[in-house]
């Protein structure tokens, strides 16, 4: 069980979510979710917190898989107006997300973290497959070959 002023924060935010999911506009909600992680992700960035920048990217990952979910299980109760908005917000998070991938890598480039740049391009490669994304993957698999350059010897 939680204890003290964390775990009452927690407790209220978790229910003032639950509360604001009941009465607003979930896409506003939803896009809102986004912003905050972005801001997060870049205040991680240039805080030199790159850990707790893949956290905020992740998070923004897991509402696009929610949101997948939550409009395969109510398509059917859903109006034409409500799938548009839930697939705007899957599109946005997911292009946010890749585009958060590529800043991260050319983070690690910048900062000599090599291995780290090259895993993160290659895995915004191997993720985002679908041919709405190929902008970023091929993105990424330029900046994999700027890094190569910068590793190759001679």
Not at 16 to 39: D, F, P, T, W
Not at 79 to 85: C, F, V
Not at 108 to 136: C, H, M, P, W
Request: proline share 1%.
């Amino acid at each position: 069980m939680m204890r003290g002023k964390g775990g009452v924060y927690f407790f209220c935010g978790v229910l003032l979510l639950h509360m604001s999911a009941c009465n607003g506009n979930r896409y506003e909600q939803r896009a809102e979710v986004i912003k905050e992680q972005v801001s997060s992700f870049y205040g991680h960035l240039e805080s030199r917190q790159a850990d707790q920048a893949i956290f905020a990217n992740q998070r923004i990952e897991q509402l696009a898989m929610e949101s997948e979910e939550y409009l395969l299980r109510r398509v059917g109760q859903m109006s034409q107006g409500e799938r548009t908005q839930e697939w705007k917000i899957i599109k946005t998070a997911k292009e946010t997300a890749a585009e958060n991938w590529l800043a991260l890598a050319q983070y690690f480039t910048k900062v000599r973290e090599y291995e780290r740049a090259r895993g993160t391009y290659t895995r915004l490669i191997e993720t985002y497959k679908d041919s709405a994304y190929q902008t970023y993957v091929k993105r990424a698999t330029a900046g994999l070959r700027d890094l190569e350059l910068i590793l190759s010897p001679g």
